[in-house]
């Protein structure tokens, strides 16, 4: 990590590159699987009792979480982790906090079948889209095929998901060269990358291209019922070890943690530099870094597609 750390100053310093890279104006997809893939994004007709969608827990007008410490799925149901921001989700090397789902085609099946989220079975699911004659017509638009299977849902979904990016936030703008940052801010991003925030925490997600552990420099005690990378691999040296979350419009998708523990974004920071970086920050440096992130927050594009 250390040497991370060295390559990732030196690399910017000496060629003026920036660790962050601005979130792209556009990725490419295809517009009517994505425009069907929102409509099952948003449709509780996935849900068991046709009362829980993607939305629920995924909602965009809250940063693409839910809010809550850990979600609430069908009948009351709460899960064991906090959900995660689907916004620039794409951009993530694999899906889910231990990185179980490779991409979202694989990640978007997961949440129907989990009985403490959607609880509907696979098969349930296909049948109900295959009876319902608005979607049969239109998959058949799409796929060119009669019958809907599994997979094609998952593959619709994850086009959707596809859109929905944030770029033009504060920070890309002056990556880019087309805004400026205030003192703070940019005392903030000083310390981000000369504390060691970013060894972990780069690229265009800010996170989202490695596994780290939390309480990398002073370990935290791992609860005995949480899906870290252990829980997938059963390597002991997994334990407490999870996806690099995203820092992107973290600004609004608090509580923060896969298991909400920290319910401000101070709090977050406070807790990280100290258990990831052993420090313990000034009341200034952590303002500063919060000033920073807010700057991370971006535009959502995906107003153009329609269903
Ligand atoms: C009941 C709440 C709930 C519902 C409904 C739900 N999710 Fe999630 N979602 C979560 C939680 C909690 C996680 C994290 C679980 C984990 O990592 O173990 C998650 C993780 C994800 C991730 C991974 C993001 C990342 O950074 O790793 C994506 C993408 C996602 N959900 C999309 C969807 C889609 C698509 C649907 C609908 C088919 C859906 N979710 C339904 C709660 C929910
Ligand atoms: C050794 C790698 C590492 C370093 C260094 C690191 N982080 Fe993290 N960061 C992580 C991991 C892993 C998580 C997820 C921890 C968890 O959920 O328990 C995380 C989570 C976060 C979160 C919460 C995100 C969310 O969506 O819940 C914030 C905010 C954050 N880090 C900010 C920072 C800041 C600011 C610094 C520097 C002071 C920093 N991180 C340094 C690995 C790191």
Known sequence: MKFLLFFLILTSSVFGAEPILPIPQYVHYDPSKAALGQRLFFDPILSRDYTISCASCHDLSKGGADGQCVSTGIHAQKGIMNAPTVLNAAFNFTQFWNGRAKNLVEQALGPIHNPVEMGLSLDEAVL??????????????????????????????????????????KFDLYLQRKGKLDPLEKKGYLLFKTLGCISCHNGVNVGGNSFQKMGAIVPIERKANIDDRYSFTGRVRDKNIFKVPTLRNIAHTAPYFHDGSAATLKEAVTKMSYHNLGLKLTEIEIEALIAFLDTLSGELTSLTVHP
């Open 128 to 169: 109900r889209i295959q009876s319902d004659p608005q979607y049969r017509t239109d998959f058949l638009k799409v796929t060119g095929r009669s019958t809907v299977t599994e997979n094609d849902i998952a593959v619709m979904i994850a086009e959707y998901e596809k859109t929905l990016i944030t770029p033009n936030g």
